[in-house]
């Protein structure tokens, strides 16, 4: 069965730290597509990355790089420099090959303090 | 702004009446999306359509169903509503629905039944 977990509940940082927010997947399938999203006080949930299951290269977008290890079932994202505008709820989310739902982590919730 | 629209934004309502909350998907997206969001329950997929279909079913009551229309637009049903029904309603498009898209979710409705 599919699941994810994000087992980091609440996370608190300073702004410019750096800060690792984990995700752990479950599948069965070998093809499958994993996704982060991010939720700002506003609430409207914003895509930020697609990674499917055949590419372990890791991605660097600016600020945020995502880390895909296959081999640990992990899909972790860093925000490098945080700034007050980072905090958020980020969601991971898995969906496989074939499958019609997105299966959502229960999402980290992210403060950066100035 | 991810072109989803929703409305209403806000609908306060009594338990035992029916509402029906609104989706328009981004200019070209087929498929749409249903997902329930509580602070107890986190975001559950509740339903898809593609092209006017039915194509998965989450965690949706009975009490609750969706249509989507010839235009693409979609609404969602809830009956006989609960206190417990009270959560953030959010609609997603994606282009067709396969696994490799992402979601463009709407701003959400936020539904709470007194």
């Known amino acids: 069965a599919q699941k994810v977990t994000q087992a980091q509940t609440e996370i608190s940082v300073v702004e410019k730290e750096d800060v690792t927010l984990d995700c752990v997947y479950e599948t069965r399938d070998t093809t499958y597509y994993l996704f982060w999203y991010k939720q700002p006080p506003s609430g409207e949930l914003v895509f930020l990355i697609r990674r499917n299951s055949f590419d372990e290269q890791n991605e660097i977008s600016g600020r945020y790089s995502w880390n895909f290890q296959k081999s640990t079932s992990s899909f972790n994202f860093t925000i490098t420099a945080s700034q007050v505008v980072d905090s958020a709820v980020y969601f991971c989310a898995l969906k496989e090959t074939g499958g019609f739902k997105t299966i959502f982590g229960a999402g980290t919730r992210l403060f950066v303090k100035a | 702004d991810s072109g989803v629209t929703q409305t209403p934004k806000h609908l306060i309502t009594a338990t035992g009446q029916r509402v029906t909350l609104r989706c328009s998907p981004r200019?070209?997206?087929?498929?749409v999306y249903w997902y329930q969001q509580s602070l107890d329950q986190g975001l559950q997929f509740l339903i898809q359509?593609?092209?006017?279909?039915?194509?998965a079913k989450g965690n949706i009551l009975e009490r609750f169903s969706a249509q989507q229309f010839p235009d693409l637009h979609s609404e969602l049903n809830l009956s006989s509503l609960e206190l417990g029904d009270s959560a953030l309603y959010f609609c997603a498009s994606s282009a067709d629905g396969g696994s490799y898209n992402e979601q463009f979710f709407g701003p959400g409705t936020r539904l709470t039944v007194l």
């Open positions: 200019s070209g997206d087929l498929s």
């Open positions: 359509y593609y092209n006017g279909e039915e194509r």
